[in-house]
């Protein structure tokens, strides 16, 4: 999702369907692994990977395209 646009946390859980804190350990996961950046705007917190990020997600989109078949 972030590979598209920067989200906020609330799009991502509503979007995942998935609980603050397991949301929360994620985005914990990928920010200690330098993978994505939140930013504050007011009462928001704005989410977008960073560079590296950026890679990793074009590398899965791509390995993902060349096995289409194992995906459905």
Same mark, same amino acid.
């Given at each position: 999702?972030?590979? =598209?646009?920067?989200? %906020? =946390? %609330? =799009?991502? @859980?509503?979007?995942?369907?998935?609980?603050?804190?397991?949301?929360?350990?994620?985005?914990?996961?990928?920010?200690?692994?330098?993978?994505?950046?939140? +930013?504050?705007?007011?009462?928001?917190?704005?989410? @977008?990977?960073? /560079?590296?990020? +950026?890679?990793?997600?074009? @590398?899965?989109?791509?390995? /993902?395209?060349?096995?289409?078949? +194992? @995906? +459905?």
């Amino acid at each position: 999702m972030l590979f =598209v646009q920067p989200l %906020c =946390v %609330c =799009v991502i @859980r509503e979007v995942l369907g998935i609980a603050d804190s397991r949301l929360s350990y994620h985005l914990g996961v990928l920010k200690k692994e330098g993978l994505n950046a939140g +930013e504050a705007q007011g009462n928001w917190i704005i989410y @977008r990977l960073t /560079a590296d990020g +950026e890679t990793w997600a074009q @590398r899965l989109a791509d390995a /993902a395209a060349d096995k289409p078949g +194992e @995906r +459905e």
